[in-house]
């Protein structure tokens, strides 16, 4: 953006920049979904994507042809193949300028891309995302700022012998948590209670380095995304989470969605919450990290005790439900202030009273999302599936299509939803696999977090609009990678 511009000093003057935005900026990702929307608020925003959830539809989602490509076994493999196709760069030329770039995942080769075709990348660079994404790492750093993790030790672990003897040393009992420094927290997160619990995941333990060995609490999961700037960290709402549901996830920790509204959790566990994620995200400036972040925390049902979880250094599958907030649309989406941060303009702004004003609970609507994943171990060939756009839950608990639109603001009433289709007609389906999202008005889950009928009927109706062909033999299904690489 400009080099040289006058301080911006409140959100109007933030909002009328962006408006009047001149530099092309592009999200890169197998869909727009994590950003969903937010070309309505940057002007000259487009997103480059290899999934088409729209059928062409929406006016600022380009992809480009299919052509022959390596398997691809991450997301940053996608974004580096689209990053080249002829299509994209043919696209990004002619529309001139100065490009950016942002994205869900990206590598040092996706650097190495992006300043080829003569743009950049507005995230901190790779190699220290990786870093602190290491949840050995987040530890570390939730340490230093003063952020508890649940009791907890760091080890390396060759047999069950030292898994006992770190675990014994460090006072945590036996029934343990155990996470791995890498990866969605659904593949790599081990329940053990005893020798046969660690010998099924053996394999995924062993020779990983250091492991994050917990005591297993019984908790409530939840999300809180914030930014950290040179003024300071602007922090979202807090949001609970879905995790481990076998109706949409096949795996057992596995995240499947979120929920949005005022009174989530008590007003103490909230400002708790947040101001932990201020701490975290002023020692994240000290590491060198500035920008889009999202942290897990877990709520101790029995205590109230809360606790550091994870980081993810990146906007995440929650991204969408922050940035469509109430408060989003009377001030200004959260990563709106990532690209003013790496835009280089000068601005001020009161950031505790922006915080302040975020975090009353009458600034918070209420929505829900589903993240539908194919959960039997079977791999069959797509034949129909349900395209994206509003759909309709009738008296019955059926659901049906009413009418297209790439927007969730067009939901009316509990009885809609915005459904984005991800997997489509021609696509093998597999376990793991994200079929789409959901997203409606209020709450899907009850009090207890369990699964409302609602939440049950949508995500029925849904699975009942996919059609599938059986293969007629092992070979003729494609070599895919498992655990499923995480989109979202």
């Known amino acids: 953006m400009a080099t040289k511009h006058k301080k911006l000093k409140n959100i109007s003057e933030i909002r009328r920049y962006f408006h009047r935005n001149e530099t092309p900026i592009y999200f890169v990702s197998a869909t727009n979904f994590n950003l969903l929307g937010l070309d309505e608020w940057v002007r000259h925003f487009k997103y480059i994507n290899y999934i088409d959830c729209f059928d062409g539809q ?28 002829k299509e994209v760069i043919d696209r990004v030329k002619s529309r001139g300028g100065d490009p950016k770039f ?3 995942m990206f590598d040092e080769q996706t650097e190495q891309i ?18 602190v994404d290491n949840k050995i790492e987040t530890v570390r750093i939730g340490n230093k700022a003063g952020v508890p993790s649940v009791p907890n030790t760091l080890a390396e672990i060759g047999s069950y012998a030292d898994l006992e003897a770190a675990a014994k040393k460090a006072g945590l009992g036996t029934d343990l948590v155990l996470q791995s420094a890498y ?34 609490i019984n908790c409530r999961g939840s999300a809180i995304e914030a930014c950290a700037t040179k003024h300071g960290t602007i922090v979202g709402p807090l949001m609970t989470e879905l995790v481990g549901f076998p109706e949409l996830t096949p795996y057992r920790g596995g995240w499947c969605g979120n929920e949005i509204f005022g009174d989530a959790f008590s007003r103490k566990i909230r400002s708790q919450a947040r101001e932990y994620t201020v701490r975290f995200g002023q020692q994240l400036v000290k590491e060198g990290y500035r920008g889009y972040f999202e942290l897990d925390f877990l709520i101790d049902k029995k205590t109230g005790d809360i606790y550091l979880g994870e980081l993810n250094p990146r906007i995440t599958g929650a991204s969408s439900m922050t940035n469509h907030a109430a408060f989003a649309h009377a001030d200004a989406p959260l990563f709106l202030f990532h690209l003013l941060e790496f835009s280089g303009v000068p601005f001020a702004l009161d950031i505790d009273e922006l ?19 194919h959960t039997e171990d079977t791999v069959d060939l797509l034949t129909d599936a349900p395209e994206s756009g509003i759909w309709e839950m009738h008296k019955d608990g059926s659901v049906s299509f009413d009418r297209f639109d790439y927007h969730r603001r067009a939901v009316e009433s509990e009885n809609e939803a915005f459904f984005l289709r991800i997997q489509k007609p021609g696509d093998y389906r597999y ?35 996919y059609a599938a062909t059986p293969l007629t033999s092992a070979t003729d299904a494609p070599a895919i990678v498992e655990p499923a690489f995480k989109m979202l």
């Open 58 to 85: 929406h006016p600022n989602v380009f992809v480009p042809g299919e052509k022959e490509h390596a398997q691809f076994e991450s997301i940053e493999d996608i974004n580096n193949f689209l990053l080249q196709h």
């Open 431 to 465: 376990e793991g696999a994200d079929l789409g999202i959901l997203v409606t008005r209020g709450r899907l889950m009850d009090n207890n977090f369990k699964l409302t009928s609602r939440a049950k009927q949508w995500i029925t109706g849904i699975r009942n609009q």
């Open 114 to 131: 992006v300043e080829s075709i003569g743009g950049e990348i507005w995230f901190p660079k790779a190699s220290l995302r990786n870093r």
């Open 102 to 104: 942002v994205f869900l």
């Open 355 to 373: 915080n302040a004003r975020w975090a009353e609970p009458e600034n918070i609507d209420s929505w829900s999302q589903l993240v539908i994943k």
């Open 183 to 216: 990866g969605d927290s659904g593949h790599t997160t081990f329940f053990i209670k005893n020798r046969k619990d660690y010998e099924s995941h053996e394999d995924e333990i062993v020779g990983q380095g250091e492991i994050k060995i917990m005591k297993r």
